[in-house]
């Protein structure tokens, strides 16, 4: 192919949501050991009044089941199916993020939601070895199964990419991507290809079979404009401030970064952005350079802010600035920004006080002890009491509301992990209990609320922790004694299924 020509390159991933989901999934171990062969994997969503295939992995594909299927008649089909409930906003991060990756080849790159990305690599080929090196590379980077295809337009490129051929007059006529009606239309027709529709006339076609028919098989066929929209890349938030004399007073340094925070706060309220990592560069006039870095656990753009943690850091350093014969520049980076909406204040403002200044401890702390050793809880979708949150650094921590007591039963303030075992008396075997021995003290229940059943999800380990395992149904008790003590217990295991019934004390109200 020439240099000049215009060449595009379809990437498609079929299976892009069921490897994005299994890559996040924990391992199952319902099968037994000695099966060890993966299974059929799918995503479901709720379409009406019924659950359907929303997406399918390459090995149910092999069993038959496509997109749309109910997910009854899927499972009659393939009984090993596993599935989760699909998410197409992750899905779309996905490849959000597989297309700022695609930039590494050239700046022409487009989303094909929501499975696929068009690349325009006219004249990048020989950057990369040549375009099919340019492919291989570009597959390679995305990480996940592939196809791709060349054409000299987007939708040529897109159509061999997702059916197949060589030849763009070899493609069957599903190339077009019609309604069902149509495509059964031109079958009926004999037209099987698109070298057997091109053949026709063109007032024939759209007469019979549409006007779309016609857009769509001359843009195939290169007959029609196929322009692509490819996405242009966030301007980066930074500020710079050069000196006709250097500057060496830490202060007079410090008075310039807050002009340049405030430069980068303008631009961050136009993109409605907040600051999470902000990062300056200090040149001197003999070449040498310095740096400060500083990451904030939520968005923020208020320069005072932002200042005094830079101050923190300063203080902080075992080095402090050299400015040596002075500083020619000092440069402001944000290179890690999040959406941060304006929000409005109560009338007391007391709340918003107290939560600002929860976030600011964190960011001095996180300063002083390093971000790593600063954490903080995060809830996580599991059902387990114990597994249902973890700590992470504060500074990666996003907001994300706790379950409220109008989603589930209150929960206690301290949790056992492991949960302690207790001694119970009942009057009834699936009762709550009447008494308990905990801790070589006997204790009299006078109330008890529940049972609240909570089971392991069946798609994790049926094993668990010992003792209190997960693989076991408990039935959650809360209990308050004769002395106004209020506890959290459960009953490990079901009357009437299992031999070994267990009780444990979970956790303790305030």
Known sequence: ?????????????????????????????????????????????????????????????????????????????????????????????????????MRHFTPMVALDAPDGLILDISGCGHLFGGPKALAQQARAMAGYASRHAFGPNAMAARALARHGGGDVAALPVAALELDDGALAALRRAGLRSIGDLSQRPMGMIAARFGEQAVTRLRQILGEAPSPIAPRRPSAPI????????????????????????????????????????????????????????????????????????????IDTMAD???PGFGFDAVLLAVPRAEPLAERQQAMDGEAQVAEDGIVALVDRLGIRLGPDNVRRLQPCDRHLPEGAQRLIPAT??????????????????????????????????????????????LHEVRLAEGPERIAAEWWRRRDGHQPGGAGKTRDYYRIEDSDGRRYWMFRHGLFGEETDIVWYLHGLFA
């Not at 949790?415 to 021995?437: E, K, S, T």
């Open 238 to 313: 930074r500020a710079e401030a050069r000196f006709p004399e250097p500057i060496a007073r830490t202060e007079d340094v410090m008075d310039v970064i807050e002009d340049l925070l405030n430069q980068a706060a303008r631009q961050m309220e136009a993109r409605k952005l907040g600051g999470r990592r902000f990062v300056i560069r200090l040149l001197r006039s003999d070449g040498a350079r310095q740096g400060l870095a500083i990451e904030t656990g939520q968005p923020v753009r208020d320069p005072a802010a932002v200042l005094r943690l830079l101050r923190e850091r």
């Open 396 to 441: 990666q921590s996003r907001q994300q509301p706790w379950p409220t007591a109008q989603d589930r039963p209150p929960r206690p303030l301290l949790l056992f992990d492991p949960p302690q075992p207790v001694a119970v008396i009942a009057g009834v075997p699936d009762g709550p209990p009447q008494r308990f021995r905990w801790r070589d003290r």
């Open 1 to 101: 192919m020439q240099t000049d020509e215009r060449l595009c390159l379809a990437l498609w991933f079929p299976f892009l949501a069921c490897e994005r989901m299994q890559a996040t999934m924990e391992p199952i171990s319902d099968r037994s050991p000695e099966a060890g062969a993966p299974e059929p994997f799918a995503l479901v969503a709720r379409v009406g009044n019924a659950l359907r295939l929303a997406a399918v992995d390459m090995l149910a594909v092999k069993q038959g089941l496509t997109t749309g299927m109910t997910l009854a008649d899927a499972r009659a089909r393939c009984p090993t199916l596993v599935t989760r409930p699909a998410d197409p906003v992750a899905d779309a991060q996905a490849l959000d993020r597989l297309l700022e990756a």
């Open 320 to 322: 402090p600035l050299d």
